[in-house]
Structure formats: C-alpha cells, structure tokens
C-alpha cells in the first residue's frame, strides 16, 4: 500500500504546513512532479479556457473554416506581340555543341549529279544559306538544330534532280535542256517532301537559276493577306496585292545577283516609274515599295524572265535568261473554295485569286517557262485538308504514268455523286493532256544503305552512342515504317535509356 | 477406421467377459497388445470354484511382459485431428529418405503427373486437410517424381500413381503449331480488348498493319517499340516480315496484342527462343480486362460521395 504521505512529509510537516499558507514563489523552479503530491496541482494558475473550441462559438456562425484571402500575385509580363510568334517560327540552323563531320562532301556543281555518292549525307553550301533563308526553304521542327550544320541525305531521287537539273541547264548533253519539267510530290507523312524542295532549290542555287518560291500555300487562301477584286474580269478575279509584294521580297532577296546581272528587254507601258535600261532587281523592288503595283511588277518580272528575245524598240542588247525554278508546298490547299468572299457573300475559289491562278497554270502543258526549268509543287501531310478532287487527280496522274488510257475502265474516276471539284478535276485534265507533261514522284523510305550512312551520321554528330551495325539499322529501319526519314530522326533522337554501354560508332 | 475402432473395443469387451463364462476358451485369437493381462480375470462365480479345473499357471516371463497395457490404437496418430493424412505424410516422406539418394533430373523434364486436386484429396482421406499441408505432400510427391525413370523403384511408383487424378488429363498433347507450306508461321494475341493475329515469315524486316504502314497505325514511337518488341529483344527485327491484322481496342492495347501474337508466331519459328522470350515478358499473357461498373457505384468500385442530408 502506498503511503498518503512522502518520507519527507512525513519527516518535515511542519515546513510543508507554513509552505501551504504562502503563495506559489514564481521565481522557484517549478518540477514536474509525479500525482504522489496533490500540491503542483493546487498551486498552478487556474487553466485558460480554450478559445475557439466549437462549444464557445455562437449559435447560427459560420463553422467554415476562415482562410486568408490570397493577394493577387504580379504576373510576369507577358512577352511582347509578335515574340511568341517568332520564337514559334524561328529556325536554327547550327548546334555548336554537336561534333563536327570530317570529310562531309558539301551539295556543289561537282557532287549533285554524282553517282557515286549516292546514299551519303551531303551538307548544304554555307555560301547560299542565306539565299535558301530567303526563299524560306528551311521549315521549323525540321530539327537542323539537332547538328553542327544542316545537312542532307544524297537519296536516289537527289541525284535524279540533280542530274535533272544538269540536264535543263545544257552542262550534260540530253534532251532535256531548255526544257520544262514539272512535278508533283508526295509521299507519306515524314518521307522528306519539303526537304526534296529544299535540295532542288540549293542545286537551283547553285546552277544560277532564278529561284521563286511560295513556301505556305495556305497563307493565300487562308484569309491571312488582303485581296481586291480586279475591274472588268468576268468571272471577277482577286489579287493579293500584300501577298505578291512579299513573293517579291523573297525572290529579290535570293536571287539578288542573277536579277542584278539582267537588264530589262520588254515594254512596260504600265509601269510608270521604270527607266529604260534599269536592271530585274530594280523592276523587281518596284513593287515592294507600293504594295498596289505588285501584281503588275511581278507580270513585268515573269515576262521579262520568260523573255527569249528583246522585244522591238528596246536598245540593250538581250541577255538571255536562265531557268527558272517554282516550288510551292502544300498544294492540297490551293484545290477547293478558299476563305475569302465575294461581294455577295459567295466563297472565293481559289483558282479565282490571280496568284493562285498564275502557279497552277504552269502545271499545264506546253512551254509554261519561257527558258526551261522545274517546277515543283508538293503536297504537304502535316498540314493538309483533306481534298477528294485531289486525291482522285493524283491518282489519275499515277494511273497516267503507269500507262492506263483514260478510256480504259481502270482508268481512276471521281465517284458518282461525289462532290468533286470540277475545275479541280479540269486541271488535272489539261495537265495530262498529252503525256509526259505532268509528273508524279512519290517519295517513300530510305533504302537501307541510305539507313545506315543516316544513323551513323547521328552517331559522328554525337547523338547516337551506340555501335552501328547492320543489326541496328535494321532495327531502326523497321521501327520507322521502312525508313521514312521523319520517323527515323524521330527514333534515332530518342535517348536510347535502354542500351547504357557507351561505344564507338563505326564510321 | 471408425468402424475398425470399435470392432477392437467390442472384441476387447468380449474377451474381458469369456472367462466368466467359459473359463477354459483359450484367447489366443485376440492380438497380443490387445489381450487383456491375465492378472486381472477373476471370476466371481465361486460354487464351481473348486470342480473347475484351476487356471493354468501363469507365465510372465513370455507374454505379459510385451503385451500393453491399455488398448493402443491402429495409427500412431490416431489422436491427431487428421490420421490418415499424418500416415500418407509419414509414409511419404520415409520413401523420401529412403530413396534419397537416387538419381533425380529437373523438375522441367519430370513427367507430368496429375496429382488429386484439393477437394479430390479430401474425399480421398475423408478429413478436412489445410491447403498449406496439402501442398506439403505434393512437394514431396513432386521430389519423388524426380527420380529419374530408370532407377524409379516399384514401391515408389506404386505410391505415386495413388496420389493420381482418375482419368489421364495429360494424355492428350496438342499438335504444335508449325510453318505452313509458305513459310507462314501464325500467332494470336489478345490485350485489353484488341486481339492481333500476326503472320510471321521470313525476310528483311517490312511489317504492315492491317495493311498500312507501321507509322500510320502507332503515331507513338513507343507503340510502336512494345508492338514489336519480341522481335527486337531477340534482334530478329531484320529477320522476318510481319503481317498484321488487328482489331478492337484502343492503340496500346492493339500494340501489346501485337506483342504477344508476335511472340507466339515467333515461338513457331524458333521454339529456342522460349526463355529469352518469357525474359523479356512477352510471353505472359495479361488477362485483365476492364472491370465492370457495379450497380450503387459510380464506377467500378467508386462510391458516391457520402452526403450528412
């Protein structure tokens, strides 16, 4: 049992009674004691009562809990009009951290049409970067970022362009030269359709063409650039006075020293401001000062380049012109009604604006270049509406090529009341009216030689740690639909998480 | 055994009471441990105590001394709550001993042996036996197993075949799936709710999905990775063509079909690859399918949010 009392009361009681009379000392230490002593207890201030217990809150209180309101916080400035954009569109075309390739052969007049370099990786001439900027050849998410320097793969429809393009200009004897050709590209998603546009315009370069361009076929039906009804056309016809000064601008820029080196050898009645004896270049920046005369400018331009002889009364004697080289990308778009509206609040076809128009007649046959040359217009897959007229003319373009008689039954045709566009369905008429005008090139995947030289030039770039062997390319040949070289890069510049070691790539 | 027990006792009870009746009945018939110690006959008649002959004189010296001295049951672990089984176990594992040194082979190759299922065990020792303990004995039966064919000893196989399922379930193999005169091997696989049929030759590679590009059905680079995964673990990407045909499902679902069909086709060509396959995990199939939405739930299990009113 245990005592009521401690030894030391029990030896002590009668200090513990005079300690009980007098008040708790604050300044004594007070010790925690064990419940043996009732004292600490009777002694300690009397307990505070809780505040915001539930029993002390009013009847019909919020019982929600009471937060802070948050001050707004000062946003971040959003950057300025036009930044985000820029950044969007903007093209980097070197990276300084990857490798440098040794003994990459540069695309020049010597390699473009060489067999022998079939299947390697070519870099682009650092000297016509700048034109090839101009003519807004290189796209963003093409990934020219990922290398020291942009580069191509030499494939086998390369080398055919570039012996092409030799032929037209009359360096290797054929048939060919001072001809037209014209071509319509497609292929699959990621098969390299706008970068086949980018070759032929760097060997265009090259070969001392005159290079015109319409990078986004889109931005001329999409509503972006203003228009005007032109007086007295019937049906009544649109230009894209905006649009043409900037097709202007771009083809000033890149073919800066062609057009300067060409004087004018045609009359120009409507063109008030052009002396006599003034250069391409100077007709040509006409009209990038006054926006209104720019269709007009670029007619005066577009004859004077397809001029073959000086017309009577001019004095300079004619230089002759070169070819010629007409790239358009995404032709699905120009194939149906655009956005724009007439004054009855009808749609606009697109074959209505005068800019459209002017592009696709060069499809038809005959001698549409007045001095030979290539045209080029390919369709787009990662921006594309989905265009049935189109898709039937370029099937009747294939059937064409492999030799089917549009009598024949086989012969592709829209479906009965399908609505197919019938000027749609016109042009591709008038283009295969006689054979071997119009052309199909489909591009597909990489051959496997172009495979493995296009892995291991990931792997000299520094993207690539791994051994390069058959077994490797085979791999990424299959995983990227057969080598569509978008899906290539896109597997090749995955990190490979799955293979740690780190080996040397075989050259 | 329960009746066996009793038929002890009653014959136990029963020579208890012979002398009373016929002193001279010799005994002999009951088993020794079970023969009550002479010491303890007495009779009460004591009339007929002087006629009768006296009882022979005992001799201690040769059966008392062995006899037991209370009745001892059949089994051993007759007081335990399951005596068959004990004795099955026991029995089990002194061949287990006895023949341990005999030589065994993997477990893979031993034959396969339909041994009694839980329930069938049951009816079989009529005692309710424990999964855990079941599982014991058929370690042990599986040990045994091993033993390799030539040295199996009669008593052993006679043991073992006790232990089997009537019938012989594993009597009927299933062809295997082999190369078709084209050279077409064919595998089927199900995920989700996609099931694949892939038809594997040999070639350089090309695979074509429901008759499109591998691009243009997985988008995903790693779609298209898993779908073909069996192949590239094993670096036979370049070594076969694949033609495939898919169907229902979303896309990760359609690829890891594909993964398994392709596993499965490529068993066909080459069954050696087997263990590398089941390594890479493209073997096991995954039969979880979504589960359904219960009546009172939101979803599958979900409840709805508990309101006070």
Redesign the interface.
């Known amino acids: 049992m245990v005592p009521s009392a401690c030894w030391n009361c029990v030896l002590r009681p009668r200090a513990a009674a005079t300690r009980a009379l007098l008040p708790p000392s604050s300044s004594a230490p007070r010790v925690a004691s064990a419940p043996f002593h009732s004292s600490a207890a009777q002694y300690a201030q009397p307990a505070k009562k809780k505040a915001n217990t539930q029993t002390m809150m009013k009847h019909r209180q919020s019982m929600s809990i009471r937060r802070k309101k948050k001050k707004p916080v000062d946003r971040v400035r959003p950057p300025p009009v036009g930044e985000r954009k820029a950044l969007k569109k903007r093209i980097v075309l070197s990276n300084p951290n990857a490798l440098e390739i040794e003994g990459m052969a540069d695309l020049s007049a010597e390699t473009m049409s060489n067999p022998s370099l079939r299947g390697t990786i070519m870099g682009l001439p650092v000297d016509k970067l700048d034109q090839l900027r101009a003519v807004e050849a290189f796209k963003p998410k093409q990934s020219w970022s990922l290398f020291r320097r942009p580069s191509t793969v030499f494939r086998r429809s390369t080398y055919e362009m570039g012996r092409l393009i030799d032929q037209i200009t009359g360096d290797v004897e054929g048939a060919q030269q001072g001809k037209v050709v014209k071509k319509i590209v497609t292929g699959?998603?990621?098969s390299g359709k706008t970068v086949h546009l980018l070759q032929a315009m760097t060997m265009a370069f090259i070969k001392k063409w005159v290079v015109i361009t319409v990078p986004d076929a889109r931005e001329l039906v999409s509503g972006d650039t203003a228009y005007s009804p032109i007086e007295g056309t019937n049906p009544t016809q649109y230009v894209q006075p905006n649009a043409t000064s900037t097709l202007l601008s771009r083809v000033v820029k890149a073919n800066q020293d062609v057009l300067a080196g060409l004087r004018i050898s045609q009359q120009h009645p409507a063109l008030k401001g052009l002396k006599p004896g003034s250069t391409l270049a100077d007709l040509a920046k006409l009209g990038l000062q006054d926006a209104a005369v720019a269709w007009p400018v670029f007619q005066a331009l577009w004859t004077e380049l397809n001029a073959t002889k000086a017309a009577p009364g001019v004095k300079d004697e004619f230089q002759p012109r070169p070819p010629m080289l007409v790239t358009l990308d995404g032709l699905a778009h120009w194939m149906g009604e655009s956005v724009y509206r007439a004054a009855d609040y009808t749609t606009i076809h697109s074959h209505d604006l005068v800019f459209v128009n002017h592009f696709l007649s060069l499809l038809t046959q005959g001698q549409t270049l007045g001095n030979g040359g290539l045209v080029l217009y390919a369709t787009s897959t990662s921006n594309s509406p989905s265009n049935y007229s189109l898709e039937v003319g370029l099937d009747q373009l294939a059937a064409r090529q492999e030799g089917v008689k549009p009598s024949s039954p086989e012969y592709p045709q829209p479906e009965s009341y399908s609505d197919a566009d019938p000027r749609v369905m016109d042009l591709f008429q008038a283009s295969m009216s006689k054979d071997g005008l119009l052309e199909l090139q489909t591009l597909s995947g990489l051959t496997r030689d172009e495979t493995r030289s296009y892995v291991t030039y990931f792997a000299r770039s520094g993207l690539l740690r791994e051994v390069v062997n058959?077994?490797l390319?085979?791999?990424k040949?299959?995983?990227?639909?057969?080598g569509?070289i978008g899906?290539l890069e896109?597997?090749l510049r995955?990190p490979q998480l799955s293979r740690p070691q780190v080996a040397t790539a075989t050259a | 055994m329960a009746g066996h027990r009793s038929n002890c006792i009653a014959q136990a009870m029963q020579l208890l009471r012979l002398p009373s009746s016929t002193s001279r009945v010799t005994v002999s018939r009951a088993p020794s441990h079970l023969r009550p110690p002479r010491t303890q006959t007495r009779t009460y008649a004591t009339s007929e105590e002087a006629v009768s002959p006296a009882a022979p004189e005992i001799d201690f010296s040769t059966s008392s001394s062995r006899s037991p001295a209370r009745i001892v049951p059949a089994s051993p672990a007759y007081f335990s709550g399951s005596p068959r089984f004990i004795d099955h176990v026991l029995k089990l594992e002194k061949l287990q001993t006895k023949y341990s040194g005999l030589p065994t082979m993997e477990a893979s190759e031993a034959p396969r042996m339909a041994w009694f299922k839980l329930a069938q065990f049951r009816d079989f020792v009529g005692e309710p036996v424990p999964t855990k303990k079941y599982k014991s004995l058929v370690k042990i039966l599986q040990r045994l197993n091993r033993i390799q064919p030539a040295a199996v000893p009669a008593e052993v196989r006679s043991t073992l075949e006790s232990f089997l399922r009537p019938g012989n379930p594993y009597a009927q193999q299933l062809a295997p799936p082999t190369v078709d005169e084209s050279g077409r091997a064919r595998g089927r696989g199900k995920r989700k709710e996609s099931s694949a049929v892939v038809h594997l030759v040999e070639g350089?590679?090309?695979?074509l999905v429901n008759g499109r590009?591998?691009?243009?059905v997985f988008k995903r680079?790693h779609d298209?990775?898993s779908a073909?995964w069996a192949?590239?673990c094993t670096?036979r990407?370049?070594k076969y063509n694949a033609w495939i045909n898919v169907r229902g499902g979303g896309v990760t679902g359609q690829a890891e079909a594909i993964t398994l069909a392709t596993a499965r086709a490529l068993l066909v060509h080459e069954p050696a690859l087997k263990p590398v396959l089941r390594k890479a995990g493209v073997i096991s199939v995954d039969a979880r399918r979504v589960e359904r939405k219960k009546p009172g739930h939101v979803k599958a299990r979900k409840m709805p949010t508990w309101v006070k009113r």
């Open positions: 699959p998603k990621g058959d077994q390319v085979g791999e040949w299959s995983l990227s639909g057969g569509v899906e896109k597997v995955r | 350089e590679g090309e695979i590009s591998l691009v243009d680079v298209r990775e073909l192949l590239r670096q990407l370049d």
